[in-house]
């Protein structure tokens, strides 16, 4: 089976959000932050993973206004999308203690001026795991990370099988972070991983 990687179209949503679903289904932060009783019927596609990677941004580059505005648009869109649909199960209180804990996290491990390429998510679905394509997903951006000198960052729900996947990837574990709910706790675990040579 030949496997090509390629920016998300709006005609592989619904494959993504399957891959995400199927992906996360026993995740323990993804259990942790949704009802489950909430969950929505999967949707078909040909989708086989997807990741997503927020751009590097300096230290000293601060929000533009059009930044400042855009962040209250989408706040707004979503404040109406919850409205309208509903929270899809998502406990609030749990999102914010992992914002909390996250942004706690990322100020003592983000010194690098230059910023840090984020792997917000990345899924494979659980079928197709195994092949190399998480390796081809986080590929795509680790190749210019190395090029431009500059570090990445994501944050992994699982120690295990999780942390040895993304150490074979170049990144290394820095700190545990504990989302606590009076007494429920998950445990995410913060990793970097430092540019390499470029041959």
Same mark, same amino acid.
């Given at each position: 089976?030949?496997?090509?990687?390629?920016? *998300?179209?709006?005609?592989?949503?619904? %494959?993504?959000?399957?891959?995400?679903?199927?992906? &996360?289904?026993?995740?323990?932060?993804?259990?942790?932050?949704?009802?489950?009783?909430?969950?929505?019927?999967?949707?078909?596609?040909?989708?086989?993973?997807?990741? #997503?990677? #927020?751009?590097?941004?300096?230290?000293?580059?601060?929000?533009?206004?059009?930044?400042?505005?855009? %962040?209250?648009?989408?706040? %707004?869109?979503?404040?109406?999308?919850?409205?309208?649909?509903?929270? %899809?199960? *998502?406990?609030?209180?749990?999102?914010?203690?992992?914002?909390?804990?996250?942004?706690?996290? $990322?100020?003592?491990?983000?010194?690098?001026?230059?910023?840090?390429?984020?792997?917000?998510?990345?899924?494979?679905?659980?079928?197709? $795991?195994?092949?190399?394509?998480?390796? *081809?997903?986080?590929?795509?951006?680790?190749?210019?990370?190395?090029?431009?000198?500059?570090?990445?960052?994501?944050?992994?729900?699982?120690?295990?099988?999780?942390?040895?996947?993304?150490?074979? #990837?170049? &990144?290394? &574990?820095?700190?545990?972070?504990?989302?606590?709910?009076?007494?429920?706790?998950?445990?995410?675990?913060? #990793?970097?991983?430092?540019? $390499?040579?470029?041959?």
């Amino acid at each position: 089976m030949s496997i090509q990687i390629s920016p *998300l179209t709006e005609s592989d949503i619904p %494959g993504a959000i399957t891959a995400i679903q199927e992906a &996360f289904a026993d995740d323990p932060y993804n259990n942790w932050v949704y009802d489950k009783s909430k969950d929505s019927e999967d949707a078909e596609g040909k989708v086989l993973g997807i990741a #997503m990677w #927020m751009p590097p941004r300096p230290a000293e580059l601060k929000e533009t206004w059009g930044e400042w505005i855009e %962040g209250w648009r989408l706040w %707004g869109s979503q404040v109406a999308m919850n409205l309208w649909y509903g929270r %899809g199960g *998502l406990n609030v209180k749990r999102y914010y203690i992992w914002k909390t804990k996250q942004t706690e996290a $990322q100020s003592e491990i983000w010194n690098d001026p230059n910023g840090y390429y984020f792997l917000n998510i990345m899924v494979v679905s659980p079928g197709h $795991q195994g092949k190399g394509i998480g390796k *081809l997903l986080a590929g795509e951006v680790t190749k210019k990370a190395d090029a431009e000198g500059r570090k990445c960052y994501l944050e992994s729900s699982r120690d295990i099988p999780n942390m040895k996947i993304y150490e074979a #990837m170049g &990144f290394h &574990f820095v700190k545990d972070m504990d989302c606590d709910d009076e007494g429920e706790v998950c445990k995410l675990f913060c #990793m970097v991983r430092d540019p $390499q040579k470029v041959p």
